[in-house]
């Protein structure tokens, strides 16, 4: 089987298409892969440290600017061409799209020349760019299923899920002893995200200020610019840990008994897929503001709670952390609905479809 995938600018959108390949991979004998994305963001150095053959397009995500845009117009036409002309010459079976605007020439290409092709959304509010393709795709997948409504002129929309959430279930497990905490006493990890944020960094202090004398214990991540200011002038409880990044996050989420995080796709197939009760403090700084609605798509579940930035302090923090841990009914029945929205077979289910596409 020969594909070409195309996913890019984001982990959130990256990370899914390599699980899906890894499945491929196992189940599928002499594949052949090849990756489109932009030279200039992160699948340009990800995907060829994976050995997989990658081609970079020259092209970028609109602006307000209409001399930019203009000109990125121009980029997708050339990337269009492009695209046409390294599958006439490659001739994939099938072409996967996960997101991003580098994904619009690749899948129109393929369209073009006859070429099945594949989408999936990784977030409750549908992408500008697969919004635009999903009428144009064989068959589209989704991680919510509210999502699926969402595509009403797509041929064929399957709810699979977001098939990161089953790297969270393989990966090596992190005890909380081999970061120096104890093994013993319930773990609470905050982070916001792999980058971190100055925003929220600030008013977390307070919380972690409170929390020293509690029966928990803290794992704060701070993002790697942001951990020298962090800890400045700063003195912690025994029980509270600072780090500037944790590398496997999810392997110590698997001994995690809550998490306060953003609300991306990846961090939400993680913690649907390990059942772990979650407060999400959405970013307010991304497209659609999607995160928002990712969250709300556990909290209207009552698989979750939300705390929105603009509200947050560390008072209102160490309330809610304390009111759902001395509330064991209502924990357990988070999890349980955790449990039933979550899809932990993702990659199985989108392969199992490509090959009844195949068919």
Request: proline share 3%; aromatic share 8%; charged share 25%.
């Given at each position: 089987?020969?594909?070409?995938?195309?996913?890019?600018?984001?982990?959130?959108?990256?990370y899914p298409?390599?699980?899906?390949?890894?499945?491929?991979?196992?189940?599928?004998?002499?594949?052949?892969?090849?990756?489109?994305?932009?030279?200039?963001?992160?699948?340009?150095?990800?995907?060829?440290?994976?050995?997989?053959?990658?081609?970079?397009?020259?092209?970028?995500?609109?602006?307000?600017?209409?001399?930019?845009?203009?000109?990125?117009?121009?980029?997708?036409?050339?990337?269009?061409?492009?695209?046409?002309?390294?599958?006439?010459?490659?001739?994939?079976?099938?072409?996967?799209?996960?997101?991003?605007?580098?994904?619009?020439?690749?899948?129109?290409?393929?369209?073009?020349?006859?070429?099945?092709?594949?989408?999936?959304?990784?977030?409750?509010?549908?992408?500008?760019?697969?919004?635009?393709?999903?009428?144009?795709?064989?068959?589209?997948?989704?991680?919510?299923?509210?999502?699926?409504?969402?595509?009403p002129k797509?041929?064929?929309?399957?709810?699979?899920?977001?098939?990161?959430?089953?790297?969270?279930?393989?990966?090596?497990?992190?005890?909380?002893?081999?970061?120096?905490?104890?093994?013993?006493?319930?773990?609470?990890?905050?982070?916001?995200?792999?980058?971190?944020?100055?925003s929220i960094?600030?008013?977390?202090?307070?919380?972690?200020?409170?929390?020293?004398?509690?029966?928990?214990?803290?794992?704060?991540?701070?993002?790697?610019?942001?951990?020298?200011?962090?800890?400045?002038?700063?003195?912690?409880?025994?029980?509270?840990?600072?780090?500037?990044?944790?590398?496997?996050?999810?392997?110590?989420?698997?001994?995690?008994?809550?998490?306060?995080?953003?609300?991306?796709?990846?961090?939400?197939?993680?913690?649907?897929?390990?059942?772990?009760?979650?407060?999400?403090?959405?970013?307010?700084?991304?497209?659609?503001?999607?995160?928002?609605?990712?969250?709300?798509?556990?909290?209207?579940?009552?698989?979750?709670?939300?705390?929105?930035?603009?509200?947050?302090?560390?008072?209102?923090?160490?309330?809610?952390?304390?009111?759902?841990?001395?509330?064991?009914?209502?924990?357990?029945?988070?999890?349980?609905?955790?449990?039933?929205?979550?899809?932990?077979?993702?990659?199985?289910?989108?392969?199992?479809?490509?090959?009844?596409?195949?068919?």
């Amino acid at each position: 089987m020969k594909v070409i995938v195309s996913a890019g600018g984001t982990g959130g959108h990256i990370y899914p298409a390599l699980a899906v390949l890894e499945k491929l991979k196992k189940e599928t004998k002499d594949l052949e892969v090849l990756y489109i994305g932009t030279k200039n963001r992160m699948e340009s150095e990800i995907i060829p440290q994976r050995n997989i053959e990658f081609i970079g397009l020259d092209i970028y995500g609109l602006s307000k600017n209409i001399l930019v845009d203009f000109k990125n117009v121009f980029l997708v036409l050339k990337s269009y061409q492009k695209c046409k002309k390294i599958m006439q010459e490659y001739k994939p079976d099938i072409v996967l799209g996960f997101g991003g605007y580098v994904t619009l020439p690749v899948i129109l290409a393929a369209k073009k020349l006859g070429i099945k092709t594949f989408l999936h959304e990784q977030n409750s509010i549908v992408g500008k760019t697969n919004k635009f393709l999903s009428n144009k795709a064989d068959l589209v997948a989704v991680s919510f299923l509210s999502t699926m409504k969402k595509f009403p002129k797509a041929k064929k929309v399957i709810y699979s899920g977001n098939p990161c959430g089953e790297n969270a279930l393989t990966t090596k497990e992190i005890k909380p002893s081999d970061i120096t905490l104890d093994n013993k006493k319930k773990l609470v990890i905050v982070v916001a995200g792999s980058l971190g944020s100055s925003s929220i960094n600030e008013k977390m202090k307070e919380f972690l200020r409170l929390s020293k004398k509690s029966d928990y214990q803290v794992l704060y991540i701070t993002g790697k610019s942001h951990y020298d200011e962090f800890v400045k002038n700063s003195r912690f409880g025994s029980n509270i840990k600072v780090m500037p990044y944790l590398d496997n996050l999810a392997g110590l989420m698997r001994n995690c008994d809550l998490i306060i995080t953003r609300a991306g796709a990846s961090t939400m197939s993680e913690i649907l897929a390990l059942n772990l009760p979650a407060i999400f403090i959405p970013s307010p700084y991304v497209a659609g503001n999607h995160q928002f609605y990712n969250a709300l798509e556990i909290v209207k579940n009552n698989a979750g709670l939300m705390l929105e930035e603009d509200k947050l302090d560390g008072n209102t923090l160490f309330s809610m952390v304390n009111e759902l841990f001395g509330d064991k009914k209502q924990y357990e029945i988070m999890k349980m609905n955790l449990k039933n929205l979550g899809k932990t077979n993702s990659s199985e289910l989108i392969v199992k479809e490509i090959k009844e596409l195949l068919k």
